[in-house]
Each structure stands twice: as C-alpha cells, then as structure tokens.
C-alpha cells in the first residue's frame, strides 16, 4: 500500500513552491449540474497567514458574479527540482473591501510580490473592472511527485 505521507508537502516546502505570487485555475461553483466556471488567474500569496489574494475581472460577462456567495477552489501546478507539485486551496472568497477584513488584507497584501498581470482579456486590461478578493482556505493540501531514488 502507498503512503500517503510520500506525496505530501511539508508547510515550508509548500509555501517556497507557492513563492510570493504565481498564477493558476480558479474555479466557482455555478448551479447544480453545471460544471464549475474556471478561469486562469493570477495570484498573490501570504505565508505567515496562508492566504491567497486575487485580482479578478468583474462585470456580468465575466462570469463571476457574486463570487463571495460560490464555493471556490483554486489550484496550482509546475515542475520544480525535476518534480512535478502541486496545491489545491478550496474555501469561499471574501472580498477585500469587506471592512471586517480590509485592514487584514492591506497586510497581508504587503507580504505577497506584485501580483503579475495575466491578460485573458479580449481588451485591454485598462478598461477591464477589477476587484480584489482574498481566499483564506477551508483546506489547503499540497502534493509532490515522489521521488524515484531508492
């Protein structure tokens, strides 16, 4: 039987994967018995606090609508040091102008690096409506390829 421990990243290992900011698929649930609408973005992360920020277009086209009330699952991926990793955090958005979470997320905005532009958009960014959202996960699992050496 495998362990299951063999796959596991440790919490430092996780967070120096992650780095400070990245990109990924997020994903919102939508109405039951359609599938979940994902889109690739770009994100900002905190390590003291294990949190995800976001930087996400909004508008009715966008398909995010009310994505405070969606359960949410975010999920990054790549090869490092010749293994491929992956996290998956899953929890609901909270947006960042909340006044209960505002002062919190200046902070740990802060601690993330720039978080990069991905332009997905069929104009320009400049005239894309963003909002900042923040993801503080419900769960949090990160998986390593296991290494083949004996």
């Known amino acids: 039987m495998t362990d299951p ?4 990243m440790a919490d430092d290992e996780r967070d120096e994967f992650l780095g400070r900011s990245g990109t990924g698929v997020l994903s919102l649930s ?3 018995g359609d599938p979940p609408h994902s889109v690739p973005v770009s994100y900002g992360y905190d390590p003291v606090e294990e ?3 976001f ?3 909004v508008g009715e086209e966008s398909g995010k609508a009310n994505p405070t009330d969606r359960g949410t699952t975010f999920v990054t991926y790549g090869e490092r040091d010749d293994r491929w990793k992956s996290v998956v955090a899953s929890g609901r958005l909270v947006s ?4 209960s979470i505002s002062t919190e997320s200046l902070a ?3 601690r993330t690096d720039q978080i990069p532009i991905v332009d997905v958009f069929g104009e320009p960014a400049s005239r894309v409506e963003f909002e900042f959202y923040r993801l503080d996960p419900d769960r949090l699992t990160a998986r390593a390829e296991r290494s083949m050496e004996p």
Request: charged letters at 25%.
């Open 5 to 8: 421990d063999a796959v596991r």
């Open 30 to 32: 939508t109405a039951a």
């Open 51 to 53: 949190v995800f920020y």
């Open 55 to 57: 930087r996400l277009a």
């Open 96 to 99: 960042t102008t909340d006044e």
């Open 108 to 110: 740990g905005l802060g």
